[in-house]
């Protein structure tokens, strides 16, 4: 079983960037497919990004498309959100997410998530 940790969330203003890191330990990392969810305050908690194990595959909601960038490293156990151009929008509370099926749509472990604030 794998357990992730978040890091990197913090106050930004728009048009600025994050980068959200995720650090996994107690599970082969290179078998996971890994994403990023997020939960905004009266909302449900939504899809962001997905990366495959074998790094061919990404995706990303259409709302991120063209400004987030999902990445990981399996010599280094993470996975990380490359986030620019943010928007107030994008404030929620950010969660690194681990499956062993393909880029499921529901995925079995979850970290405990890391704020990010976008205001003015």
């Known amino acids: 079983q794998v357990q992730l940790v978040e890091s990197g969330g913090g106050l930004v203003r728009p048009g600025e960037s994050l980068r959200l890191s995720c650090a996994a330990s107690?599970?082969?990392?290179?078998?996971?497919?890994l994403g990023w969810f997020r939960q905004a305050p009266g909302k449900e908690r939504e899809f962001v990004a997905g990366i495959s194990w074998n790094y061919d595959a990404t995706t990303y909601t259409d709302s991120v498309k063209g400004r987030f960038t999902i990445s990981r490293d399996n010599d280094k156990n993470t996975v990380s959100l490359q986030m620019n151009g943010l928007k107030l929008e994008d404030t929620a509370v950010y969660y690194c997410?681990?499956?062993?099926?393909?880029?499921?749509?529901?995925?079995?472990?979850w970290g405990r998530g890391t704020q990010v604030t976008v205001s003015s």
């Open positions: 997410a681990a499956d062993l099926r393909l880029l499921p749509e529901e995925y079995e472990f």
């Open positions: 107690g599970g082969r990392f290179r078998s996971y497919s």
